[in-house]
T-cell receptor
Framework: DSGVTQTPKHLITATGQRVTLRCSPR?????VYWYQQSLDQGLQFLIH???????AKGNILERFSAQQFPDLHSELNLSSLELGDSALYFC?????????????FGPGTRLTVL | AQSVTQPDIHITVSEGASLELRCNYS??????LFWYVQSPGQGLQLLLK??????LVQGIKGFEAEFKRSQSSFNLRKPSVHWSDAAEYFC???????????FGAGTTVTVRA
């Protein structure tokens, strides 16, 4: 158990819908990262937040957005869903921002878009 | 831009045999290198990491990796594989000013009795 929690574990929805994935970092960690794992794209970095502020963006679609709240939990919002958005979405957390920190991964949320 | 190549998609190894997983990276400066393992239905667990210093890094579960700058490689090894080592293994790279991990495509390890 990494100490990072993600809810829900599974999500099944239809095209065009909007969903919210939630992540609670390890106690004391200020950074939250979101990654997408799909069969065709592999593991891709989406976005990084540090203490409530966006720090870095990867290949995140405009239909996707994220935020980190004052209690440090984070939400990833996916809208106008397409079949290709079906993937495993991981959240990771670390103490601080620099890459030398270990990123601890949550168990993931499996999103299925029908 | 940084990138990682894991040349082997799938490796089958007998229990008790040695294992080596290859990883080649591309990065303009000093890289920070990681190996993660993902068991079926699980998240990613860090096996080991290299930032600087000794190029032979020891990790958890009996794994080690060697950083070879001249070959741009960071290969993972285990002397004697256990059935519980069957999983998918990911090599990742980050830079000194990067916050993101760039992952390779992964290598699936099957352990046969």
């Amino acid at each position: 158990d990494s100490g990072v929690t993600q809810t829900p574990k599974h999500l099944i929805t239809a095209t065009g819908q909007r969903v919210t994935l939630r992540c609670s970092p390890r106690s004391g960690d200020l950074s939250v990262y979101w990654y997408q794992q799909s069969l065709d794209q592999g593991l891709q970095f989406l976005i990084h937040y540090y203490n409530g502020e966006e720090r870095a963006k990867g290949n995140i679609l405009e239909r996707f957005s994220a935020q980190q709240f004052p209690d440090l939990h984070s939400e990833l919002n996916l809208s106008s869903l397409e079949l290709g958005d079906s993937a495993l979405y991981f959240c990771a957390s670390s103490v601080d921002g620099p890459s030398t920190d270990t990123q601890y991964f949550g168990p993931g949320t499996r999103l299925t878009v029908l | 831009a940084q990138s990682v190549t894991q040349p082997d998609i799938h490796i089958t190894v007998s229990e008790g045999a040695s294992l080596e997983l290859r990883c080649n990276y591309s990065y303009g400066a000093t890289p920070y290198l990681f190996w993660y393992v993902q068991s079926p239905g699980q998240g990613l667990q860090l096996l080991l990491k290299y930032f600087s210093g000794d190029t032979l890094v020891q990790g958890i579960k009996g794994f080690e990796a060697e950083f070879k700058r001249s070959q741009s490689s960071f290969n993972l090894r285990k002397p004697s594989v256990h059935w519980s080592d069957a999983a998918e293994y990911f090599c990742a790279v980050a830079g000194s000013n990067d916050y993101k991990l760039s992952f390779g495509a992964g290598t699936t390890v099957t352990v046969r009795a």
